[in-house]
């Protein structure tokens, strides 16, 4: 119990966190007028152990400012305060200035009979644009979706309903929209395990622990959002322990998503992961560029539908974020989002070479991506030569244009310094760098074998990269 104690103190350190700091500090880093149009519009809620919560008016601009802005503020935030890890959102409609939120805090305290109750509430809420309609199926996400929907229909019918998968896949929109679809016939509760941690500890300390039993155990639909997160917290999990038995044993619902599937969660107490996976466990896969493009197309029609703007963002774009945009449909969603907003302001359609530069911290491109070790290994294959002889000193000419080559093909693809290269080179100086350069520059314009050559040495690393990815 200890432990537990000591985790509730760290809720508010000795010092809290000062937003009017934050606030000079965006205001340097972004400048005023990115200040003035979107960063002052947030309102600092609250602050937790490990992260802090913040409102602003509408989703657009929560949407803006995290696609954007919210890994600097963090880093902001972090220097004053290195435990925070993670900002939180919520959308407040009118909320007129930095003490009014402390004040609607309080008063739903002293409004509510049972303040944990009301505690609970505050994260039950459902995010009426994530339901079952808007979200679209690929052959990554077809059998979430579908156990998603079953679940639905026929309560119990695989339980626990485990769904995993990647950051920005769509788990929180799934388990949103099952909690949409039940919350009417039954009694449901939606929470994340961070969230389940949190009130655990609090209710320990009020004395509310029978409360938060009772509140847990009378659910028809239990829905836990980021399990992995629960890891670690011993008299936690074994209180969760229970209220899932409790809860499977009376026939109630459990849905539970992850980043990973059972048997890799850590620190994880293996009755808890067994108990998963004795239920129905499905994957969320990466998805493929049919989906991506899907999804594009239904956020622009939504777009349309709801908000009459101008979305007619041209094929190229729209294939070009597809592609480019992989790694989470959250990403996506922001690109296409930033995009719109573009044509907002100037009242244009970005052009190709426009779209990068809004999107350039999202992309990466190959060009980003190559490495000094890729380049190496590419010009040793096509030269037929062994990369030891390429970082040896020795200066045969059958060595010196493969290394003078590789430096310059390092200098043209990837965003490393002379000396950076030269280190990369068995510790050459920078002049031999700045050399290798010119004269394969030089001969690029003499010889035109030479010239081709390079060229198809750097589509072959380029392309090469690109597949890898
Ligand atoms: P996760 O919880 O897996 O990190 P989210 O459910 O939060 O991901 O999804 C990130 C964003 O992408 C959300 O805005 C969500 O609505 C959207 N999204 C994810 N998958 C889909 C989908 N298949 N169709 C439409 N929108 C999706
Ligand atoms: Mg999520």
């Given at each position: 119990m200890k432990n537990i104690f000591k985790e509730q103190n760290l809720k508010h350190q000795d010092k809290k966190l000062?937003?009017?700091?934050?606030?000079?500090?965006?205001?340097?880093?972004?400048?005023?007028?990115?200040?003035?149009?979107?960063?002052?519009?947030?309102?600092?809620v609250d602050e937790f152990n490990n992260y802090i919560l913040?409102?602003?008016?509408?989703?657009?601009?929560?949407?803006?400012?995290?696609?954007?802005?919210?890994?600097?503020?963090?880093?902001?935030i972090q220097?004053?305060k290195k435990e925070i890890n993670r900002i939180e959102?919520s959308?407040?409609?009118?909320?007129?200035?930095?003490?009014?939120?402390?004040?609607?805090l309080n008063?739903d305290v002293?409004?509510n009979i049972s303040f944990i109750k009301d505690s609970f509430l505050q994260y039950n809420?459902?995010?009426?644009?994530?339901?079952?309609?808007?979200?679209?199926?690929?052959?990554?996400?077809?059998?979430?979706?579908?156990?998603?929907?079953?679940?639905?229909?026929?309560?119990?019918?695989?339980?626990p309903?485990?769904?995993?998968?990647?950051?920005?896949?769509?788990?929180?929109?799934?388990?949103?929209?099952?909690?949409?679809?039940?919350?009417?016939?039954?009694?449901?509760m939606f929470i994340s395990a961070e969230r389940f941690m949190y009130h655990f500890v609090k209710s320990i300390k009020s004395n509310e622990m029978v409360k938060f039993k009772d509140y847990f155990r009378n659910t028809?639909?239990l829905l836990i959002d980021d399990i992995q997160f629960m890891n670690g917290k011993e008299a936690m999990q074994e209180e969760f322990f229970h209220t899932f038995n409790a809860l499977i044993d009376?026939?109630s619902?459990i849905?539970v998503s992850a980043d990973r599937?059972p048997?890799k969660l850590t620190r994880i107490q293996e009755r808890i992961k067994s108990r998963f996976?004795?239920?129905?466990?499905?994957?969320?896969?990466?998805?493929?560029?049919?989906?991506?493009?899907?999804?594009?197309?239904?956020?622009?029609?939504?777009?349309?539908?709801?908000?009459?703007?101008?979305?007619?963002?041209?094929?190229?774009?729209?294939?070009?974020?597809?592609?480019?945009?992989?790694?989470?449909?959250?990403?996506?969603?922001?690109?296409?989002?930033?995009?719109?907003?573009?044509?907002?302001?100037?009242?244009?359609?970005?052009?190709?070479?426009?779209?990068?530069?809004?999107?350039?911290?999202?992309?990466?491109?190959?060009?980003?991506?190559?490495?000094?070790?890729?380049?190496?290994?590419?010009?040793?294959?096509?030269?037929?030569?062994?990369?030891?002889?390429?970082?040896?000193?020795?200066?045969?000419?059958?060595?010196?244009?493969?290394?003078?080559?590789?430096?310059?093909?390092?200098?043209?693809?990837?965003?490393?310094?002379?000396?950076?290269?030269?280190?990369?080179?068995?510790?050459?100086?920078?002049?031999?760098?700045?050399?290798?350069?010119?004269?394969?520059?030089?001969?690029?314009?003499?010889?035109?074998?030479?010239?081709?050559?390079?060229?198809?040495?750097?589509?072959?690393?380029?392309?090469?990269?690109?597949?890898?990815?």
């Amino acid at each position: 119990m200890k432990n537990i104690f000591k985790e509730q103190n760290l809720k508010h350190q000795d010092k809290k966190l000062e937003w009017k700091d934050i606030q000079s500090e965006m205001k340097k880093k972004f400048g005023l007028d990115i200040y003035d149009s979107w960063l002052k519009k947030i309102v600092f809620v609250d602050e937790f152990n490990n992260y802090i919560l913040i409102s602003v008016p509408t989703r657009f601009i929560r949407d803006w400012i995290t696609s954007r802005y919210l890994d600097q503020i963090l880093s902001i935030i972090q220097i004053y305060k290195k435990e925070i890890n993670r900002i939180e959102f919520s959308i407040k409609e009118k909320i007129v200035d930095q003490n009014d939120s402390k004040n609607i805090l309080n008063n739903d305290v002293e409004k509510n009979i049972s303040f944990i109750k009301d505690s609970f509430l505050q994260y039950n809420r459902f995010d009426q644009n994530k339901n079952f309609e808007n979200f679209v199926i690929g052959s990554s996400n077809k059998l979430a979706f579908e156990a998603s929907k079953k679940v639905t229909q026929d309560l119990s019918y695989y339980n626990p309903l485990y769904l995993y998968g990647g950051v920005g896949m769509g788990k929180t929109h799934l388990l949103n929209a099952i909690g949409l679809n039940l919350k009417e016939k039954n009694r449901v509760m939606f929470i994340s395990a961070e969230r389940f941690m949190y009130h655990f500890v609090k209710s320990i300390k009020s004395n509310e622990m029978v409360k938060f039993k009772d509140y847990f155990r009378n659910t028809d639909v239990l829905l836990i959002d980021d399990i992995q997160f629960m890891n670690g917290k011993e008299a936690m999990q074994e209180e969760f322990f229970h209220t899932f038995n409790a809860l499977i044993d009376k026939r109630s619902q459990i849905i539970v998503s992850a980043d990973r599937p059972p048997n890799k969660l850590t620190r994880i107490q293996e009755r808890i992961k067994s108990r998963f996976s004795g239920g129905l466990v499905i994957d969320i896969q990466n998805t493929d560029f049919d989906l991506r493009y899907k999804i594009i197309n239904s956020k622009i029609h939504e777009l349309k539908l709801f908000n009459s703007i101008q979305a007619n963002i041209s094929e190229e774009i729209k294939k070009f974020i597809c592609s480019e945009i992989r790694t989470s449909i959250r990403e996506l969603v922001g690109a296409l989002n930033r995009i719109i907003s573009f044509s907002r302001i100037y009242n244009k359609v970005p052009s190709l070479p426009e779209t990068k530069t809004i999107l350039k911290d999202l992309l990466n491109l190959p060009e980003n991506k190559v490495t000094i070790d890729v380049i190496q290994k590419s010009v040793c294959e096509f030269f037929k030569i062994s990369k030891n002889e390429m970082l040896s000193s020795r200066r045969s000419r059958y060595l010196v244009r493969p290394r003078q080559t590789a430096i310059y093909l390092s200098k043209i693809l990837t965003s490393k310094s002379l000396p950076e290269i030269g280190r990369a080179f068995s510790n050459r100086d920078h002049t031999t760098v700045i050399h290798s350069v010119k004269t394969i520059e030089k001969l690029r314009e003499e010889d035109k074998e030479l010239n081709f050559n390079i060229d198809n040495l750097k589509s072959k690393i380029l392309y090469n990269n690109q597949n890898e990815i």
